[in-house]
């Protein structure tokens, strides 16, 4: 096995077994070894062979090809077991269903899931209670409370909280929503989204207002000006971060089982729309490793008699690997609560995805942001999901269409002449922070963060600087430790004249990107994605209001199903963020 330092102090800090003193006694290969065991125990409920699958799943995922999220790599074959990394959860307009959830909630981040919540069923500050005579608090009270809860839970002490908050754009209490996150001090611990309908969009280029419904009694209650509230929404992002965008219209048009129920949230990081009650588990491709040197696309910057092209065989074998870990970790799941085991074997969805985008394209000598990655990414992801699909539909014929499949989408001709599906869903693009960290690889879809750059993972500072950028240095005669030093402390390549203009074309960084190539990049991969994708818009720190306004308007015209922009220093201690919840 091959394993960086910084992979080999994320494994320590959060993944190895440790006994009751807290010593490690487990290595990495016994980890992998105990994840490879206890998903391929499934295959026995299907009369498959068991030891095979063991030897299969333990040699892409030691050989970090393939990778499950995080809370299967932890809590595999442990007495807890919850193995599934997205989760949502209903509020309903009643005490006894807010702390319900509430309680819910805190089981699932104890075992390391992260959770969504859509608070738009709450009736509005200052509404009346007809069962004691008192006055609603509003949605956003509720929120400061799951905010404190998810403070004192800690999850086994691998990973911190993490929540998705989200509430309608016709909610009447949207604006004190859409301005929360100005304080610094307020839901520290939430994600948040403003769920926008497509009439609010027509409004928004119509310049007219909208209606505000009071989600107890289904009345009007207001009306507000479309363009007042997002430029509200744009100020909030352009100063924090938060609220992102969930296009909840176009992700419903999108849903496989509208006889089950509405999506009305998503989890953490927006990757993954869920009923209530849902769950989802994640898996990635680790692209960097399915580039083979031969035949195929000569690579600018290399030497002439090396050229390098997508070894597709392979990716098809990692796709159809990827979908039965993944469906076989739904039956050896423990699940926290009855009602989300009933509902993700019913549904049965799974999250195929990719990391490693951004050093595929190096290797290959492409521009991350040119025409010819954004059809590669439309290509590669098409690939993944018509082969995912495939191998849903063999697995299907095996064992089963999911439960809910008859009256689902998919409920067609062609899929039930093929047995139906296993999966009502089978990719999604995750941001695979510390995933990405232990693979040696770049995160999700995102560019280069920077050359060189620290991380911090549970108080840990990691320094890196670009393995493949070294290769090609040395390769190419014009490393120096001088240099390596020099590019340590900028983190990009610009202004460096020893370094050949190819080289910095393929090695571009997130910043030096602008926000409409991020989003060009989101939306070839959402094409192709059966939930959604995780992308950050990153903007430097000059960027303006209307930047970010664009940036929002350019992704619901692109076909995205959400968006989330971040301006760099936007936020106070702004480092790569690792404590990633999926």
């Known amino acids: 096995m091959e394993l960086s330092e910084n992979a080999l102090k994320a494994l320590k800090a959060r993944y190895l077994l440790r006994d009751e003193q807290g010593n490690i006694k487990e290595t990495p290969e016994e980890l992998f070894r105990r994840v490879a065991r206890f998903i391929a125990s499934a295959e026995s409920l299907y009369g498959g062979n068991a030891d095979e699958w063991e030897e299969k799943f333990y040699d892409a995922v030691s050989g970090l090809l393939f990778l499950p999220n995080t809370p299967t790599l932890i809590n595999a074959g442990k007495y807890m077991g919850q193995l599934a990394a997205c989760f949502v959860l209903p509020v309903d307009d009643s005490m006894t269903s807010i702390f319900d959830s509430l309680k819910n909630a805190a089981l699932i981040l104890q075992s390391g899931g992260g959770t969504g ?30 905010n404190t809860a998810t403070e004192v839970i800690k999850q086994g002490g691998a990973r911190r909280g993490a929540n998705m908050g989200i509430l309608r754009i016709d909610h009447p209490d949207v604006l004190e929503f859409i301005r929360i996150k100005r304080h610094e001090e307020e839901l520290t611990n939430f994600n948040i989204s403003i769920s926008v309908t497509d009439d609010f969009m027509a409004a928004l280029k ?75 588990v994640l898996g990635s491709i680790n692209l960097s490793k ?10 600018e910057g290399r030497n002439k008699e090396q050229a390098v092209g997508i070894d597709w065989e392979l990716l098809a074998s990692l796709v159809r690997l990827g979908v039965r870990f993944l469906d076989d970790a739904i039956d050896v799941n423990k699940y926290p609560v009855p009602e989300i085991e009933r509902m993700h074997k019913g549904n049965r969805k799974i999250g195929l995805g990719v990391m490693g985008w951004a050093d595929m394209l190096i290797r290959l000598g492409i521009r991350y942001n040119s025409p010819k990655a954004y059809k590669l990414a439309r290509e ?16 299907a014929r095996q064992r089963g269409a999911f439960p809910n499949f008859y009256g689902s989408t998919f409920d067609t001709p062609d899929f039930v002449s093929k047995g139906g599906l296993r999966n009502a869903t089978t990719t999604t693009v995750a941001p695979t922070g510390t995933l990405s960290l232990i693979a040696d690889c770049s995160s999700g879809i995102e560019p280069l963060f920077a050359i060189a750059y620290k991380r911090l993972v549970l108080d840990t500072e990691l320094y890196e600087i670009h393995p493949l950028f070294l290769e090609i240095a040395r390769n190419r005669g014009f490393y120096s430790d001088e240099l390596i030093q020099q590019v340590s402390k900028k983190g990009d390549l610009r202004g460096f004249k020893e370094i050949p203009n190819d080289v910095k074309k393929i090695f571009i960084t997130a910043h030096e990107i602008a926000p409409e190539d991020h989003i060009e ?12 994708v995780s992308k950050t818009i990153n903007l430097k720190h000059r960027a303006t209001r209307d930047d970010v306004a664009k940036a929002f308007l350019l992704a619901y015209e692109k076909g995205c199903k959400g968006i989330t922009v971040f301006r760099y220093g936007s936020k106070i201690g702004t480092l790569v963020k690792l404590d990633e919840v999926d």
């Open 117 to 146: 919540f859509s608070f738009s069923h709450l009736r509005p500050r200052a509404d009346v209670v007809k069962s004691t005579g008192g006055i609603a608090s509003g949605p956003v009270s509720f929120m400061r409370i799951y």
């Open 206 to 280: 119509n310049d007219s207002e909208y209606n505000l419904i009071n989600p107890r009694s289904d009345q009007v209650t207001g009306r507000l000006k479309a363009r007042k509230v997002f430029d509200e929404i744009v100020e909030s992002a352009w100063e924090t971060g938060d609220p992102g965008l969930v296009f909840i219209d176009r992700i419903n048009k999108a849903n496989p089982t509208p006889h089950i129920g509405k999506i009305e949230s998503t989890n953490p990081c927006g990757e993954q729309p869920l009923l209530p009650y849902e769950a989802c």
């Open 290 to 299: 399915v580039v083979k040197e031969g035949k195929g696309q000569r690579a």
């Open 380 to 395: 590669v992801m098409s690939f993944i999901r018509g082969h995912a699909r495939d191998a849903s539909a063999e697995l």
């Open 521 to 532: 990049v989101q939306a070839a991969f959402q094409e192709f994605t059966d939930n959604a």
